[in-house]
């Protein structure tokens, strides 16, 4: 059923990405509390009607309003369909803030993989792209978990550990070159993109805030 659920998500599309790049995160133009859900943003497998201890939120810190995601022994996913082109805008940027690191989760361990954060990018052909702050896993390590045999994902670690932790931190990466270093061919165009914590493996808890998150072409 999960593979059925990640089969649907690419397919839907919603927002096309200009040639001068396309804004993904709309918090600024929410507000504060529960996030609604169901419009722009929905949360996945679509097969799942989680029940989350704390639902994810719009909140203000520093003067402006972030994503709020914070997860107690659970997974939590919000996304939105957005189809792009990666040979117009290869280049994701994204911000975030961990607040609290899922204890002893390690992307590297099937029985631990948690994370605090990850950005989820979907791509057609079932194959996806994960940017995230690992607990344990250095920065730079490279894993492909294979839990789904038609879903392929690779996970790239672009921070470790507590250095960092309660700072908000920006991002830059090429998916594109992330992509064909991982699966060794050329991506499909990108159909979902997804904001996610988890700390279901591991039973401990995890929080983080996103901030503005964009495609920007070379």
Do not use: C
Request: hydrophobic share 40%; aromatic share 10%; proline share 6%.
């Amino acid at each position: 059923m999960a593979l059925i659920a990640l089969g649907l998500i690419l397919m839907m599309t919603v927002a096309v990405a200009a040639p001068n790049g396309t804004r993904i995160d709309d918090w600024s133009g929410r507000k504060p509390g529960p996030l609604q859900l169901g419009d722009v943003w929905k949360t996945y497998p679509f097969t799942e009607k989680p029940v989350f201890k704390e639902p994810p939120a719009i909140v203000e810190d520093e003067g402006r309003r972030v994503l709020r995601l914070a997860t107690q022994s659970e997974a939590m996913r919000v996304g939105r369909s957005m189809k792009v082109d990666l040979k117009q805008t290869p280049w994701l940027t994204w911000e975030w803030k961990p607040l609290v690191l899922p204890e002893g989760g390690d992307v590297r361990n099937k029985k631990r993989n948690d994370q605090v954060g990850r950005i989820m990018i979907m791509f057609e052909g079932m194959k996806a792209v994960a940017y995230i702050w690992d607990t344990t896993a250095p920065a730079a390590t490279e894993a492909q978990p294979d839990e789904f045999e038609l879903f392929q994902r690779a996970f790239v670690v672009v921070r470790s550990g507590s250095s960092g932790v309660g700072s908000w931190h920006r991002e830059r990466r090429n998916v594109e070159a992330d992509f064909r270093r991982a699966f060794g061919s050329a991506p499909k165009s990108v159909n979902f993109v997804g904001f996610e914590s988890h700390s279901n493996d591991t039973r401990t808890r995890t929080a983080v805030l996103f901030g503005a998150a964009s495609w920007e072409p070379r």
